[in-house]
């Protein structure tokens, strides 16, 4: 399966090789690659440099090394977990500037709401509808529920990137919405007139997509990130 690896760059060479196999499916999930011996020998690598790439390979997700009688690496396959967890270490530790989040943001989101808008079953708009429902209910409990009401706003946002039945949007914004909320402690002004004006915007941005106007939808949801995002900048000069 395997040629020698180059000598000029061959720890390098080794991890390209594994996984050019399993992208293009020639290692499928769940297959356990050949035994460290048998892979110094296709290589002709040491074992240490041997190791080191399948090191590599297994921070990147591709394969899991198991350990004892039954041991061995294994092919665990490309998916969007990888994507996913480097993103979240971006989001969550705000190593993007708010900024470039929010014009990240207003483009995907703005696509996103489009595609709900075309791509919705009657069972997805009964899923915003209840969304909705539960996000006013917390917001006229008042400030203790204030929290929760952020949170289902999120929901609602994930939903809609699950209704483009695309795994990439689905991806990103999931991924994006469970680590966002550092970026609101820091700069979101927790005040109930920004809070029902957040509200408000969900609600036209559901009507739009219930009403299958996707290019409605597409720029209530860019208004919407553009809008937030410079009251989030306001606060973060004060």
Same mark, same amino acid.
């Given at each position: 399966m395997f040629r020698k690896a180059k000598q000029n760059r061959i720890f390098q060479d080794v991890v390209d090789q594994i996984q050019e196999a399993i992208v293009e499916g020639r290692l499928k999930a769940g297959d356990q690659l050949p035994a460290e011996r048998k892979l110094q020998e296709e290589f002709n690598v040491s074992r240490g440099t041997l190791r080191e790439a399948l090191r590599v390979l297994e921070q990147k997700g591709l394969i899991e090394i198991r350990t004892g009688v039954a041991g061995g690496s294994v092919i665990k396959g490309v998916s969007t977990e990888? %994507?996913?967890?480097?993103?979240?270490?971006?989001?969550?530790?705000?190593?993007?500037?708010?900024?470039k989040?929010? +014009? *990240?943001?207003? @483009?995907? +989101? @703005?696509?996103?709401?489009?595609?709900?808008? %075309?791509?919705? /079953?009657d069972q997805d708009l009964e899923r915003l509808r209840g969304l909705l429902v539960r996000a006013g209910e917390y917001l006229d409990k008042g400030e203790p529920y204030w929290d929760s009401f952020i949170r289902t706003d999120e929901e609602l946002h994930?939903?809609?990137? +699950?209704? /483009?039945?695309?795994p990439? *949007?689905?991806? $990103?914004? /999931?991924? $994006?919405?469970?680590?966002?909320?550092?970026?609101?402690?820091?700069y979101l002004p927790m005040e109930e007139? $920004?809070?029902?004006?957040?509200y408000q915007d969900l609600r036209d941005i559901v009507d739009a997509v219930?009403?299958?106007?996707?290019?409605?939808?597409?720029?209530?949801?860019?208004?919407? $990130?553009?809008? *937030?995002? +410079?009251?989030?900048?306001?606060? @973060? /000069?004060?």
């Amino acid at each position: 399966m395997f040629r020698k690896a180059k000598q000029n760059r061959i720890f390098q060479d080794v991890v390209d090789q594994i996984q050019e196999a399993i992208v293009e499916g020639r290692l499928k999930a769940g297959d356990q690659l050949p035994a460290e011996r048998k892979l110094q020998e296709e290589f002709n690598v040491s074992r240490g440099t041997l190791r080191e790439a399948l090191r590599v390979l297994e921070q990147k997700g591709l394969i899991e090394i198991r350990t004892g009688v039954a041991g061995g690496s294994v092919i665990k396959g490309v998916s969007t977990e990888q %994507v996913s967890e480097s993103l979240a270490l971006l989001i969550r530790y705000q190593k993007v500037p708010l900024s470039k989040l929010a +014009e *990240f943001r207003e @483009g995907i +989101e @703005g696509i996103v709401a489009a595609l709900a808008a %075309v791509r919705a /079953t009657d069972q997805d708009l009964e899923r915003l509808r209840g969304l909705l429902v539960r996000a006013g209910e917390y917001l006229d409990k008042g400030e203790p529920y204030w929290d929760s009401f952020i949170r289902t706003d999120e929901e609602l946002h994930m939903a809609l990137a +699950e209704m /483009t039945d695309n795994p990439l *949007f689905n991806t $990103v914004l /999931t991924t $994006v919405y469970h680590n966002i909320h550092t970026y609101y402690e820091s700069y979101l002004p927790m005040e109930e007139g $920004v809070l029902r004006e957040n509200y408000q915007d969900l609600r036209d941005i559901v009507d739009a997509v219930a009403a299958r106007d996707a290019n409605r939808a597409t720029e209530l949801a860019k208004a919407h $990130v553009r809008r *937030f995002n +410079e009251r989030m900048q306001q606060r @973060g /000069t004060l």
